[in-house]
């Protein structure tokens, strides 16, 4: 290892340990406020869940998996093809994410879904969907606790899947298809922005963060698969030389940003890579691609207006209500640490150590959009808590700040330290997702 690189490397690991403390500081002091009678609605802060230690045989599956990914993946992705490189992240992110649901029975791919706070149980009792958007104001009192907090979208979706008579495993699979697809989004947002080298040192990363224990069973993973090809498309419209392929590039960003909008109203800060691209798009004075994406920004909330949904006003009423709920007693001042807490955790050491160190200016306006996608949502007060889930869709493009870690070695050790912390996680923390 050159000096340079071991300079580096001393700075990320640094940086980790200070995120570490960070980590520690949120358990300890959330811990105390529990102790002292605080209202937090949090069993083991700084997460949902209770810290239950348990090890089912499924786990030590996981293990040995984590082993092989650790020493065999950093290599694959610097000698497969491009185009299997992309697919292969999104298959071992699958696997990966799969083998840790189900590392207790292959029921928990699916019962996280099918509670009665989800979409999937309501879904096939709700009515048609032109009924169902034209009174949303009148069903939704007696709608789930999720399906209260979000536009229709999601719960669109399922109810599509279950006409088609899907049943809950395949429904499941489905929703770990769509998050570990954002793996292969990221890297194709990160090639067009950055160069193939970076993107190929990402690769060892994406889809892989501790993240995944919360993204494989819960809706928000298949957010962040929405999310995470808008950003992709979005790098394209930005990067393309072509006016027409430019165009066609922005009007794909727009509509599944707009289908994101349809899933959950803190969209706009979840987007916050793609807003990065529109400024910097901007600066460059090129213009089509904000226009045609402008355009398709239009069609999925315009195609849910028309029945009658209206999504400010959804907004609102659903701002009231949390404002009115548990917001109004969880202290925010705590949950300013512990959020922040929380998606370090989720998006895992190794990143924490690429953002330390990553000078790639390109690389950072996704990073960098994330990041503030994450600074913003923290300030709002509209994230107090449960922030692994509903900040999912930020972590690809926190954790390719990974792509500044050099060295085979060095990338090893921080990927084996990702998965172990995701089986630390689906080993002691027994979450409701």
Known sequence: MT?????????GVAAAAGAAAVVALAVVWGARLLDDGAE????APPFAGEWVWRWPAGLWVAVLLAIAIAVWWPVAVERLPWRAVLVASAAVSFVWTAVLAASGGIDGLSAPLVTRFEYLPYAREAPPPGELLSQWSVLL????THVQGHPPGSLLVFMGLDRLGIGDLSVAIIVLLAGASAA???LVA???LAGRAAARRAAAFAGLAPAVVWAGTSVDGMAMGVTAWAVAAGAAAATADDRTVAAGAGAVAG?????LLTMTYGAPTLLGPLWALAVWTALRRRPWPIVAASAGLLVPVGALALPGFDWAAGFSATHDAYRAGVAAVRPGGYFLVANLAA????????TVAGAAVLRDRRAWLLVGGALAGVVIADVSGLSKGEVE???LPLVPFLVIASCSLRGRVARRGWLAAQLAIGVVLQAWLRSPW
Do not use: E, N, Q, Y
């Open 389 to 391: 889930r509903i900040w």
């Open 255 to 259: 509509l599944l940003a707009a289908a």
């Open 3 to 11: 000096a340079a690189r071991a300079g580096r490397h001393a700075v």
């Open 141 to 144: 009192p007696d709608a789930p």
């Open 343 to 350: 998606v370090t955790v989720a998006a895992g050491p190794a």
């Open 190 to 192: 990160l090639d067009r």
């Open 184 to 186: 292969a989004a990221s």
């Open 40 to 43: 937090l609605f949090l069993s």
